[in-house]
């Protein structure tokens, strides 16, 4: 695959996004020693007059923090288009189809058996980093994946599904089926606070609380709508979640996501520690 070297960040969009990251950085006395960007380009037309390149971005980080360091990496689909001369960056808001367009390794089908009915953190956190920048083939993607990639991750961990056929009811995946709150963040955070058996979110006023294999819901906007869903896979040197995430497919992330464009000064954060009864 032919790699596609950035050479405008856009002030709009990349440029705006690594402000960010420095300033989160500083903010947990961290410090990133050496960042590297590069586009993989999959898929370029054109039309109309106008050049349409579409491509990953893909964002490597080395941390240092109190004297440990580690990676976080991130993806995050744009489109350059080309007319008269002049170039605009904009953010690919249906990630699944330009991932889908990479080749990448397909692992083995997770099968039904393989799970146990004991919450096993260490296995959700694997899976959580075997597949955040990828699809696994034996479940369904969507546009808006962040929340059946979580699912998925609880369920490699040997959360109990309940609720099946209903859409509505529990949490579960059945082939070509599956609950509201299987996929859909806000779906998610409701059945994690309400739930008394199978899988249960029992909820923690602080993120530094939370284990690798727990689970952090996001509302950005501050509008009661739960947008986003992400899974603790470690801790950094002062003890604070770094997550994984699908949609923009992050790996070592920073809990509170200070740095996405998405967020706002009326985020709300549910923190849940997960339990199997």
């Known amino acids: 695959m032919k790699e596609y070297w950035l050479a405008v960040i856009s002030k ?3 440029e705006k996004w690594l402000e960010r990251k420095l300033e989160l950085s500083k903010k947990r006395e961290a410090e990133i020693v050496r960042y590297k960007l590069k586009g993989a380009k999959f898929r370029q037309h054109a039309y109309d ?3 349409e390149v579409h491509y990953l971005l893909k964002a490597h980080f080395l941390i240092k923090q109190k004297g440990s360091f580690y990676i976080e990496e991130n993806i995050i689909p744009y489109v350059l288009q080309e007319k008269d001369g002049r170039k605009i960056h904009r953010l690919i808001e ?5 991932l889908k367009d990479i080749e990448l390794e397909r692992g083995k089908e997770m099968k039904a058996n393989e799970f146990v009915r004991a919450y096993d953190r260490r296995a959700a956190v694997g899976y959580a980093n075997r597949w955040w920048n990828d699809y696994n083939p034996a479940y369904p993607s969507f546009d808006n994946d962040c929340t059946n990639y979580v699912s998925q991750c609880l369920r490699a961990g040997g959360a109990p599904m309940t609720g099946m056929p209903k859409g509505e009811v529990g949490w579960w995946y059945e082939r070509d089926k599956w609950s509201y709150s299987w996929s859909v963040a806000h779906s998610l955070r409701w059945y994690l606070s309400g739930a008394e ?3 249960i979110g029992v909820e ?3 993120a530094e609380k939370l284990l ?3 689970v952090i819901c996001y509302d950005f ?4 709508r739960w947008d986003h869903t992400t899974i603790v896979v470690a801790k950094d040197a002062e003890g604070m979640p770094l997550v994984n995430a699908h949609t923009n497919s992050s790996r070592n992330r920073y809990w509170s996501y200070e740095d996405s464009l998405a967020w706002t000064p009326n985020i709300k954060y549910k923190f849940f520690t997960i339990k199997i009864v």
Do not use: F, H, W, Y
């Open 12 to 14: 709009e969009g990349k």
């Open 49 to 51: 007059g106008m050049r």
């Open 94 to 98: 249906k990630q699944k189809l330009a």
């Open 197 to 199: 058996s199978g899988l």
């Open 204 to 206: 923690v006023d602080v």
């Open 212 to 214: 690798p294999g727990d």
């Open 221 to 224: 906007e501050g509008d009661n």
